[in-house]
């Protein structure tokens, strides 16, 4: 099949925790979320059962991974996204470097390259080594360093192998749902406001540690790409009264333009700066912060993009709307929130328009749904679902591209059903369906769906 020549990129997308498994292979350190799965049995309170990603879909296996990599080829893949897990790299956090954690992800991306695959690299998509986190983890300033060590260390490692870096995968997710969320578990108590408050410092310091990461890596000479991932939702009023549009613009500020913001323009939304001000005595930003911000722009943006966000203005709610539990549409629903293509036209325009129109990737996007949309035919899964999703939302990104958005490339979440993190294997989002008993590999009507979208290329598929 001819690669589309235009230099868009089609991928899928995927997280070091989610699916290597060997958790304690070769020297690996633990990380927060072996520790959170296997000792606080973090799942078990959402998704009913003790799940852990020990094994997941055993991609750190290279026989697995070879196999993996031949379906990249058959499905038409430019690129794959992966996140390192920085315990495997350093199993301490930092100071000493595991010779086979280096190995590993060397060889990794040896075999993509050889398939004709770029290497798409994450250096952080949640899973923070044990020791860091028992030192305090993001909420400690010297997180900052810490992290641009290992950055340093993996840049070092994989050297001309990986052109395109991603600094951090989603830091709201990961601070303001998935880790207030476990704290909760582990206290046996519910998210407040004063919980999340607390989180506004340790978002800073991502933002300080990725603007000084692209600082470092522009200082040595990398001539590649780096950019940042942000689960981005448009925010919809969930009534037309002023209650829920002054929501829905606080949320707009929290979980969209606060990290866009410090990306694009150095600074953080004034609603940013006066709730969590007012929520942490020790959210308080130096100017210099900014100042590395507004110098170290990143090269792209990528965009994780699932659904909007409908906003229901609710005083009792931590900053005062409910947003994860107010999806609209009708059983079966998708995992991530209600299904509109058009909304994420109408973000990446926003974002072409709002700040300065950055180069885009779409480094997420795809869809689970109830287990009602995956049935065998005939020797095949068929997801009907699914296949309709990513066709509607490819649609609506090329046609935000013919607009005039910089895009430059679509990755899928994810080549093969993982493990969902507090949801752990029940929430399928592959596109080739895992036997998590076997690790057999079966590819799904939407696998077809997408490799039919690839192989027509651009100028047709749009
Ligand atoms: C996220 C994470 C992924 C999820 C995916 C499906 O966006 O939350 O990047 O790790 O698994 O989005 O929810």
Aim: proline fraction near 5%; charge should be negative.
């Amino acid at each position: 099949m001819a690669k589309d020549r235009t230099g868009f990129r089609w991928g899928a997308a995927s997280a070091a925790y989610q699916v290597e498994g060997g958790w304690q292979l070769d020297g690996k350190g633990l990380s927060n979320w072996d520790v959170w799965t296997n000792i606080d049995r973090v799942t078990e309170p959402v998704s009913g059962k003790f799940e852990t990603g020990n094994v997941a879909i055993n991609a750190y296996d290279r026989t697995q991974y070879l196999d993996d990599i031949a379906l990249m080829k058959r499905l038409g893949l430019d690129c794959y996204r992966f996140s390192l897990a920085w315990s495997r790299l350093l199993p301490d956090g930092t100071g000493r470097v595991s010779a086979a954690g280096v190995a590993h992800y060397q060889r990794f991306c040896d075999e993509l390259i050889a398939a004709g695959i770029e290497p798409i690299v994450t250096l952080f998509h949640w899973d923070l080594p044990q020791a860091l986190q028992t030192e305090g983890g993001w909420h400690d300033r010297r997180s900052i360093d810490w992290f641009r060590e290992y950055a340093r260390v993996a840049r070092e490692a994989l050297g001309e192998r990986v052109s395109k870096y991603i600094t951090f995968n989603e830091p709201f997710i990961d601070l303001f749902l998935m880790e207030p969320m476990i704290a909760a578990i582990k206290e046996g108590g519910a998210v407040t406001e004063a919980m999340l408050g607390r989180q506004g410092i340790a978002l800073h310091h991502w933002m300080v540690a990725s603007a000084g990461v692209i600082a470092d890596f522009r200082a040595a000479g990398f001539a590649g790409e780096i950019g940042l991932a942000l689960p981005l939702m448009p925010m919809v009023p969930e009534s037309g009264d002023t209650a829920d549009t002054e929501a829905a613009e606080r949320a707009d500020a929290i979980i969209n333009r606060w990290c866009l913001d410090a990306m694009f323009k150095g600074r953080y939304p004034d609603a940013v700066m006066e709730i969590f001000g007012r929520l942490d005595p020790d959210f308080c930003i130096d100017d210099a912060d900014f100042a590395l911000m507004a110098a170290n722009h990143p090269d792209f943006l990528g965009v994780n993009f699932y659904a909007p966000a409908y906003i229901r203005s609710d005083a009792a709610a931590p900053f005062g709307y409910r947003w994860f539990d107010t999806n609209p549409d009708p059983e079966p629903q998708a995992f991530n929130g209600p299904v509109r293509p058009d909304a994420l036209r109408a973000l990446l325009e926003r974002i072409r328009d709002d700040y300065g129109n950055p180069p885009i990737y779409i480094t997420e996007n795809g869809a689970g749904f109830g287990p009602g949309d995956e049935v065998m035919e005939r020797g095949q899964i068929v997801d009907p679902l699914r296949a309709d999703y990513l066709s509607r939302h490819i649609a609506a990104a090329l046609e935000a591209k013919r607009d005039g958005v910089d895009l430059r490339g679509y990755m899928v979440w994810s080549l093969f059903d993982n493990f969902e993190w507090l949801f752990g294997y029940a929430r399928r989002f592959g596109i080739v369906h895992v036997d998590f008993e076997t690790q057999k590999r079966t590819p799904k009507l939407s696998f077809e769906t997408y490799r039919a979208i690839i192989t027509k290329g651009l100028a047709q598929a749009g």
